[in-house]
């Protein structure tokens, strides 16, 4: 009891912007005319965000010990469109390194197979296409993203999945609350709400926009973003993305003292895939596609000048196991 104690007490940066979510979201649900309401909907979209990358947190084990208890915390889901166990179970499916940005066996890979890439329409590769800009990303990528994470989940329900059941009606719980709480205290119109619940969405997609590219070794595909700015505290250091993957157990706030005590290991772990911050990666990549959307490694075909590797963390790509119908976009996952 004694180690709990303290654990809960060394969590309190974690349980302040818990209540610092949930409280910007209420306040901001009061706004109703002219500069509040423009206020109102700004402050939705960072409680969204903010309590987005809590609900990160709780799943990796703060700030408790006990997943029960940290999954009653951000229980109410004001983000209102993701289930907060459906998250968990992609989200630490997607921790196996080896398998990043693998088109099917990451959950939360951006890439198509190219063999299915090559019969999709012209038109449906334009809009993916768009996508992999940052605008695109943060304005069509959040409907694109649940699109195609509600198709595969009708694809797990029709294959029998019952897990898929149990998250939803958690969910259906979840929201049930949330709606019960809008109604009571919302001076906010409907469409206000909408609006910022989707822009926290879109503010979160310009932390996964690069998060991971695609590399022969596992180890080399995680970024570092060396921002700390505001959109590093709503991300809770998520940008320092090599760092969580490595030690995902640490909490976000003793990401920044990790990785610069080490800070050339890391960069060299991650074969120098570092950005110095946010303001960089919109001057490079807003109008700019990074990545093509077809995945550009083929199976067991390293690209020249490179080495057979033995570590699993540098092993190359194993895909085209089993092209089936794709979703409309692989951006699935990207909903933290």
Known sequence: MICTLHQLFREWPTWLLLLASYGLWGLSLQANDGLWLGLGILGIAIAVTLHSSLCHEALHGHPTPSAI????????????????????DTHLAHHQDEHLTDPYDDPESNFYDPAVWHRLAPSLQGILRINNTLLGRMVIGPLLGHLSFYWGDLRLVSQGDRRIWLSYGVHVASITVVIWVINGIAQMPVWALILGTYAGHSILKIRTFLEHRAHEKARARTVIIEDRGPLALLFLNNNLHVVHHMHPQIAWYNLWQMYQSRRAHYHGRNEAYVYRNY?????????TAKDPVPHPLREGVPSAGSNALSDPHDRPYAMARHQAECPLARDAAHLE
């Open 69 to 88: 208890l940290n999954g009653i915390l951000v229980f109410p889901q004001l983000g209102l469109s993701v289930p907060y166990l459906r998250f968990k």
């Open 279 to 287: 303001a960089e990666i919109f001057r490079d990549y807003f109008l």
